[in-house]
Nanobody
Framework: QVQVVESGGGLVQPGGSLRLSCAIS????????MGWYRQAPGKQRELVAD???????KYAGSVKGRFTISRGSAVNTVYLQMNSLKPEDTAVYYC????????????WGQGTRVTVSS
């Protein structure tokens, strides 16, 4: 069974930084894409950043230049370095993994809460 687990959220002041981590565990899978989504109260879940197997990245315009997505040496690990955080970044952040587990599918973590407030 595939597990996707995020960590690293918390409370931070505006202008501060956090690093989110995501790790996938399981068997018989190939990682196609990993990414981060976020959902603020009353808002739709949105893509923050993703990275494919070749290292190509995408970012939401609102975070470009402030956030960096990267993969660890293990292909089942992904990070989101968040700098210059703003109150509008406050949300629950979810790790998404597009995997081949018999067939192509999306797997989600439970979310980690990020609160940016003074």
């Amino acid at each position: 069974q595939v597990q996707v687990v995020e960590s690293g959220g918390g409370l931070v002041q505006p202008g501060g930084s956090l690093r989110l981590s995501c790790a996938i565990s399981g068997s018989i899978f190939s990682v196609i894409t990993m990414g981060w989504y976020r959902q603020a109260p009353g808002k739709q879940r949105e893509l923050v950043a993703d990275i494919d197997s070749r290292g190509s990245t995408k970012y939401a315009g609102s975070v470009k230049g402030r956030f960096t997505i990267s993969r660890g040496s293990a292909v089942n690990t992904v990070y989101l370095q968040m700098n210059s955080l703003k109150p509008e970044d406050t949300a629950v952040y979810y790790c998404n993994a597009r995997l081949l587990v018999g067939s192509l599918g999306d797997y989600w973590g439970q979310g980690t809460r990020v609160t940016v407030s003074s």
